[in-house]
């Protein structure tokens, strides 16, 4: 018996009804499962019906078997706008088999959803969000005892996240109502399906079916051109031809950029998440009917929004990762097992070699794995906070039960527990022995943190020299980072914040580069380090005729190539490290990709920071780190910082290091907002935030700030692998002139990495201080010779220019008129005194030259403590450190304050 | 007069014919004000109270100085003021006698305390130095003096030339125009009491008028020293030298004028 035979008689005529002549690939596997009950995670292409897959063996069940009162099926799906598509597909089936079918999530009025409570839908359709509002009703509670299939649809979204990680605590509360129920997951093509069943499953058991994507992929790379315009003009030949196009951009402003160039031509329109639902509805609607044959898109239109038909799908720019390729090409010929066509335009040489690398990749199925975060404490800290509303008062105990059913927490851990002390510090929730019991704040807190994306408030930019808003930041990164004098860059500019206030920040154009990127979330997808080290081996064996035959891109590649030949400039690659001198820091010319660049620059910028007492900058791409340094400090200090990296050292100096930057802080603020230590309307104006985030220390929230951005920011691991090979002599490191290719493109990340004690920064300080303190010189020889100058200026032994001997005073500004008194042909007894003193400080600059000059520069240091302070026989910062021990003495004693 | 700075205070030891030891801006109760705008930290004052205990057995003291801002809701006492400041002022007391000069956030401060040492709010001299809050003009008597206040919580930032590296509690030390500062302490017209010391007499005189900014010990406060300095929002920032400022932090490491913070054009040789 086919997979058709076994459903039900009238799931089958509804099947004929709608048209169908077969079963696709994904719907032949996957329905006898889902018929037999067991748990499935369907891994295939957008188009190849994978929900029909899911829904019709559900409804063959449903019909069978109708609901004894209560929802007996949900439909879990990430974005509001598919409820709609999938809705109207459902309402159709669901009319002709007599199911009742109701959708709900945030926009729901509330009147279907008190429908909902008092005639519960047989079918639910609703958002990872909306589950979790669902418990908190008594009598939707009861209805979800009888729930006995869950879908989850674009589960590879949500398994990465932690959203999913929420839903997977979401899915074991229900089962505490509804025992087991099958689960159903439904995903597009991943690295590693059984990661997503267990996400899906915890330890029971599923199976995976996988439908193939490869051989129906069809995609070629094209070289763009390196201008805007040029890049715009080789869209504009592939587009407009008689099909439908969807140009996939990466970011939300290229989008705009290019909807700006073509929208003169009629046929184009534009869609991201930034707009209006109805712009975006509008835009759908348009392309879907044909009054629009392109539309161009951000990743909001990679999950499965129904636009009808698609011929072609452009990647504007390289894709960065290999899923999203795959993804977004695998919306073209939308018709079951036609071939997906897609082209890549690439705009620049490394964007050229990385989607050659990628669209091969993509050929083979070489899919990146998705991680799921595990033992997230701001998940566990949200869901605590749910159960205990849910049932007013919970044993710790069911609530390690519950969480340790799902694979996103370890079990047997101490995570709850001391997640529920910190939540209990923000009096959250109170605990009572081994009870958790409810408290007033977290219905509040609840209602503002249903959901772990974090809703951003945007802070406005007020600038006011030309007395206009010029932009908007984060508040979690005004909170954490932004203080009054502190330098930010956005929009390409250099600001400095003068005041904080009226929910706004006022700035003033700065012209010193003291910078930190506002913001860290949003469009930057990160190149994985196999594919930047695949690019960076074609580099080096000029390979790229194997990945393509497009004549174009491998004659610009040759020339590229060529010309750094001429200009004498070794091509880094994965095996080569070039390390090349800007005016404003030195490029470190590193393949390893963004989360690797990430960590190795960051321990790097430690260890330099730490040896010059300097804060070092630093902006990154996939295959670049630019260094921001101070003048001195060159390419040649990098290599040596980088020659004396040690792969076990690493992880500590990157935790040690992240600690006092700003990233940090701003995913500290965010994680803090989930324990419910900082409310969503916080006022932070009126607050030193940078003390108070030192209250979070060595705390559960601190601890999760690491996790997260250990393993989704950064990657120590790879980067201390790369610094293995580096050792190993397997990886050069060169220094090196700019070359073009250190020049090209993008930077994407930038901070501050401040140097490790704040005795260096104070030292350095110190330094500076005495360097430009005023001097003046005497000769004690010929008695006839004066300059005043500052101590920076005076040479390592000073000679007397008239008279050549070294016997030479230094004295303070104010001790000029000693020198006359001292020179005096008749001296009173004080005077007497002012030369045998002056005699003894030109005695002490004879033996120990200009580092005498220097120790009697300090405050309240004389010729005696100077003598003392050089009898200590210390070089470099130990020799500050005895000025400053000196210079406190003094600061303390009566002379200091008269 | 010697001193002694306490770094892990941040606190001052003044020692002239006595030893007083001086804490600024304590801010006791913090966390109701945190709180009621979205920040929910529980109470740290029982860690306050054992830094400060600790800097009064440290440095064996004839006498405490709370230079004001001891409490911090205004205008009302919150229950947790009610709760903390009792028992904290009874520690202090076992230890040392203790003197309060009143802060702009000590309203109804006096009801924990017992006669005697409540100071006026224009503040007062103590062995030979003048004690003030800051958010007023001082006392015309403290003409002349060092003049130690609290009320600006001053933080610095040390920069170098690619960003900030530290930013700690320090003390401002600096010289006061006494006849900016002290002229509007009588109004016009009113004719000087007989036996009251004359400021502007004093300025006349000899001895200079300065004033030493203190750290705030609680450690949620804090303004930049720029700020104070660029935007001077109290009588005594107003009356400041700028240029004869300069800079220490918690542990007496003197820093330096003001400019020694900033690298840059104002900085190096020349």
């Known amino acids: 018996m086919g997979p058709f035979d076994r459903l039900d008689g009238r799931v089958r005529s509804c099947v004929g009804e709608r048209g169908f002549s077969r079963f696709s690939d994904a719907q032949e596997q996957a329905i006898p499962l889902i018929l037999d009950g067991r748990n499935i995670v369907l891994i295939a292409p957008t188009g190849t019906g994978k929900t029909e897959s899911a829904m019709l063996p559900v409804f063959s069940s449903l019909v069978q078997n109708p609901s004894q009162g209560g929802i007996s099926a949900l439909y879990i799906t990430p974005l509001r706008s598919l409820n709609r598509d999938i809705l109207a597909r459902m309402e159709w089936w669901c009319e002709r088999l007599g199911l009742k079918i109701g959708v709900r999530h945030g926009d729901t009025p509330m009147s279907e959803r008190r429908k909902q409570a008092l005639s519960p839908p047989d079918l639910l359709i609703t958002t990872p969000e909306t589950l979790q509002a669902l418990f908190m009703g008594k009598r939707l509670r009861k209805h979800l005892a009888g729930v006995r299939h869950v879908i989850v649809d674009e589960i590879h979204e949500l398994a990465g996240s932690k959203r999913g990680a929420q839903l997977a605590v979401g899915l074991e509360r229900l089962h505490v109502y509804a025992g087991s129920f099958q689960r159903i997951g439904l995903s597009a093509t991943v690295g590693n399906p059984d990661t997503i069943g267990r996400f899906l499953c915890g330890e029971r058991p599923f199976s995976v079916v996988q439908v193939p994507v490869a051989k129906q992929l069809d995609i070629a790379v094209k070289f763009a051109g390196t201008t805007f315009p040029e890049q715009v003009s080789a869209l504009t030949s592939l587009i407009g031809h008689g099909g439908s196009t969807l140009v996939f951009v990466n970011t939300r402003v290229t989008a705009e950029a290019l909807a700006h160039e073509l929208i003169g031509r009629g046929d184009v329109e534009v869609h991201h998440g930034s707009l209006s639902k109805e712009v975006r509805i509008d835009a759908e609607e348009r392309f879907k009917n044909g009054e629009v044959s392109t539309l161009i898109c951000t990743s909001s239109m990679e999950l499965g929004i129904d636009i009808g038909r698609v011929d072609h799908v452009v990647q504007f720019g390289s894709p960065r990762e290999v899923a999203r390729l795959v993804q977004r090409v695998g919306r073209a010929g939308h018709r079951l097992n036609a071939v997906s066509k897609g082209t890549i335009l690439a705009t620049g040489f490394s964007d050229l070699l990385e989607s050659l690398v990628i669209a091969w990749r993509a050929l083979r199925n070489e899919i990146e794995d998705v991680a799921i975060p595990v033992d997230a404490a701001d998940v566990l800290a949200n869901q605590v906070a749910a159960i205990a509303v849910e049932y007013g008062e919970i044993e710790r105990g069911q609530v390690e039960e519950i969480v340790g059913r799902t694979a996103v927490f370890t079990k047997g851990t101490d995570l709850v527990d001391r997640v529920c002390r910190q939540m209990e510090e923000h009096r959250l929730i109170r605990l009572d022995g081994s009870r958790i019991v409810t408290t007033a704040r977290a219905r509040k807190y609840l209602a503002a943190n249903l959901s772990m994306i974090h809703d951003e408030r945007k802070v406005p930019v007020f600038d006011i020299a030309t007395r206009r808003t010029v932009g908007t930041l984060d508040e979690s990164f005004v909170v954490g980072f932004v203080h009054t004098e502190a330098v930010f860059i956005t929009k390409g500019q250099l600001w400095r914040v003068i005041e904080i206030a009226d929910g706004k920040l006022t700035v003033e154009p700065a012209r010193k580069v003291q910078g930190e990127l506002p913001s860290w979330e949003g469009e930057q997808i990160p190149v994985p380090f196999p594919v930047a080290q695949e690019a960076g081996a074609i580099r080096r064996e000029k390979t790229a005729g194997d990945y393509t035959g497009d004549p174009d891109a491998v004659r610009y590649i040759g020339n590229f190539l060529l010309e750094m030949e001429r200009n004498r400039t070794p091509v880094p690659s994965d095996r080569l490290v070039m390390l090349e001198n800007t005016d404003e820091g030195v490029i470190c010319n590193l393949c390893a990709g963004h989360k690797a660049n990430e960590a190795f620059g960051r321990v790097v910028s430690a260890l330099l920071s730490a040896k010059f007492g300097t804060t070092v900058g630093i902006e990154l791409d996939a295959y670049r780190i630019l260094l921001r340094l101070p003048s001195h400090v060159r390419a040649a200090d990098v290599r040596d910082a980088i020659g004396a990296l040690d792969p076990v050292t690493m992880p500590g100096i990157l935790r040690l290091t992240l600690k006092r930057t700003a990233l940090f802080k701003w995913k500290l603020v965010q994680i803090a907002k989930k324990f419910g230590a900082i409310d969503p309307d916080a006022d932070f104006e009126r607050i030193s935030i940078q003390r108070l985030l030192d209250f979070f220390d060595k705390t559960v929230i601190q601890q999760e700030a690491y996790r997260e951005l250990l393993t989704d920011y950064m990657d120590i691991e790879t980067a201390a692998a790369v610094a293995g090979l580096i050792r190993k002599q397997e990886i050069a490191v060169k220094t090196g002139p700019l070359s073009i290719i250190g020049a090209e493109g993008l930077l994407t990340s930038r901070d501050e990495v401040p140097p490790p004690a704040a005795d260096q920064a104070v030292m350095a300080a110190v330094k500076r201080r005495l360097e430009s303190d005023e001097v003046i010189l005497c000769c004690m020889h010929c008695r006839n010779w004066k300059s005043r100058t500052v101590v920076a200026r005076v040479p390592e032994r000073p000679v007397c220019p008239k008279c050549g001997a070294r016997l030479i005073a230094a004295l303070k500004p104010w001790e000029e008129q000693l020198y006359a008194d001292a020179n005096k042909k008749k001296k009173s007894e004080e005077e007497r005194a002012t030369e045998l003193r002056l005699l003894k400080n030109a005695n002490i600059v004879l033996s120990s030259g200009k580092k005498a000059v220097t120790a009697l520069a300090a405050r309240g240091v004389g010729p005696e403590n100077a003598a003392r302070i050089l009898r200590s026989l210390t070089d470099g910062d130990a020799f500050y450190r005895e000025i400053l021990k000196a210079e406190r003495t003094f600061v303390q004693t009566h002379r200091f304050w008269q | ?270």
């Open chain 2, 1 to 270: 007069m010697n001193t002694r700075f306490i770094g892990g205070g941040p606190a001052l030891l003044v020692k002239n014919r006595s030893r007083t030891l001086v804490v600024a801006d304590l801010h006791i109760g913090i966390e109701a004000d945190l709180a009621a705008h979205g920040w929910h930290i529980p109470s740290r004052s029982a860690s306050r109270l054992e830094r400060l205990l600790t800097c009064i057995a440290e440095s064996d003291p004839d006498r405490v100085v709370l230079l004001g801002d001891v409490k911090h809701n205004l205008p009302q006492t919150t229950r947790q003021e009610y709760r903390e400041l009792p028992g904290l002022l009874d520690a202090i007391r076992e230890k040392a006698p203790l003197l309060v000069v009143p802060g702009n956030h000590d309203t109804g401060i006096a009801r924990f305390l017992e006669p005697g040492e409540l100071l006026p709010s224009g503040g007062a001299i103590i062995d030979g130095t003048g004690y003030t809050h800051g958010h007023t003009i001082p006392a015309p008597e403290l003409a002349g003096h060092l003049i130690l206040a609290g009320h600006h919580h001053p933080l610095v930032a040390i920069r170098d030339e690619v960003g900030c590296a530290l930013r700690a509690p320090a003390y401002l030390r600096a010289g006061v125009d006494a006849a900016a500062l002290f002229s509007r302490a009588r109004k016009p017209g009113e004719r000087q009491e007989t036996g009251e010391p004359d400021p502007e007499k004093t300025v006349r005189g000899t001895r200079e008028t300065r004033v030493l900014f203190m750290p705030a010990f609680n450690e949620c406060a804090g303004f930049d020293v720029v700020r104070i300095l660029r935007h001077p929002f109290s009588p005594l920032s107003r009356a400041l030298r700028q240029e004869t400022v300069e800079i220490f932090l918690a542990d007496g490491t003197y820093l330096g004028p003001v400019r020694m913070t900033e690298p840059g054009e104002e900085y190096g040789p020349v």
